[in-house]
């Protein structure tokens, strides 16, 4: 590869290479005045990923330019690292990879076998297709919910997959996306902390901004707090741009569903998803709901939560005999909460008590 693509794929080994025979040291990097473009372009990475899930492209003109894109990369490392914040982590591995799936779709098809390489992923390339084992293929596609990557609608040849090069690039795209997960945090010196703590400060914050704006964004009246830990997890996975499988989907669309939120409301919260398409989720969110299917479905039983691996952290309300239902769980807590409340001030007179409470959520 050539200093053109370090700087548009980074995370490549050539790139830090790269940034070795530019003898550009840690402590410059951090400090130096001449590296203050490679820091903005790092924090804006962070900033990028935190507001939209995905990197700006920079000029990359010249080899100054160049040179100051590769290091930001190391920069937006660091500085997630310093934040240290699981949520802030995923959002950034997640517009890291879509960054770089967007750039691979115009590059030949042999630099995508260079990074397949530098990602691990096993690949040759057959009559000028990507082809790789069909056990590398799953591993790498076991979280992809669209039919086209079932390994019963793929062609098999003598236990090869081929792929066209826009796949190939979905592929590397998931690759990246898990061993940025993997190797963030990084370890952070106190050295670190000093020096970006200005930085650190104001991404801690947008950070936590995002994260209450997710908890509270498009539910409504319904109370977020009183759903079961498996739609918590669920609906923090959907937010964050995680993949979810069929049954987790299926699960949290029919609960929030049934608890009052509108098909709209419920497209929202699937729209972060890494794999977001609109026509086919928007399908299946109406047939969910009964709007093509005719029947309203509801969430499976908790056994059957169990049984399809999408039942997480239960706690001692789960535990009760009779709590067998994600919505019976839903419904019970809004009754806790609700005896748990303190008793409303009686109205002052001549004027009108204000409504306390709502009617339960169906």
Not at 122 to 132: K, R
Request: hydrophobic share 40%.
């Amino acid at each position: 590869m050539e200093v053109r693509e370090f700087a548009r794929f980074p995370f490549v080994r050539g790139a830090s290479e790269f940034v070795r025979r530019s003898k550009v040291e840690l402590d410059d990097l951090l400090g130096h005045t001449a590296f203050s473009q490679a820091r903005m372009r790092g924090k804006k990475r962070v900033l990028d990923a935190i507001e939209k899930a995905s990197v700006d492209d920079n000029s990359m003109a010249t080899e100054e330019d160049r040179l100051q894109e590769i290091l930001s990369y190391p920069m937006a490392r660091i500085l997630v690292s310093c934040v240290g914040d699981g949520f802030l982590i995923r959002r950034y591995a997640l517009a890291e990879a879509k960054t770089a799936y967007d750039r691979m779709q115009t590059e030949r098809v042999e630099t995508l076998m260079e990074i397949a390489a530098e990602l691990g992923v096993e690949a040759t390339l057959v009559d000028d297709l990507p082809s790789m084992h069909f056990t590398d293929f799953l591993r790498f596609t076991s979280g992809l919910r669209s039919k086209e990557w079932k390994l019963v609608n793929t062609e098999v040849k003598k236990g090869k997959v081929a792929l066209p090069k826009v796949k190939f690039a979905r592929v590397l795209e998931q690759a990246l996306h898990d061993k940025l997960e993997d190797e963030l945090p990084l370890p952070v010196t106190r050295s670190m902390l000093e020096a970006l703590r200005p930085d650190i400060s104001e991404l801690k914050m947008l950070a936590e901004q995002m994260k209450d704006r997710y908890q509270t964004e498009g539910f409504g009246e319904v109370d977020v707090e009183s759903f079961p830990p498996c739609m918590k997890r669920l609906v923090a996975m959907a937010q964050a741009g995680e993949n979810i499988s069929h049954p987790g989907r299926f699960a949290l669309t029919s609960f929030l569903f049934n608890i009052g939120l509108s098909r709209e409301e419920i497209m929202k919260i699937f729209a972060g998803s890494p794999d977001f398409d609109e026509a086919k989720t928007r399908y299946q969110i109406d047939h969910i709901t009964g709007e093509i299917s005719g029947t309203t479905y509801t969430p499976p039983e908790c056994s059957t939560m169990r049984t399809n691996a999408v039942c997480f952290n239960a706690d001692d309300l789960c535990r009760l005999d009779w709590v067998k239902h994600p919505l019976i769980y839903y419904r019970a807590k809004l009754r806790r909460k609700r005896r748990s409340a303190p008793a409303p001030q009686a109205a002052k007179e001549g004027s009108a008590a204000e409504p306390v409470g709502r009617p339960e959520s169906r």
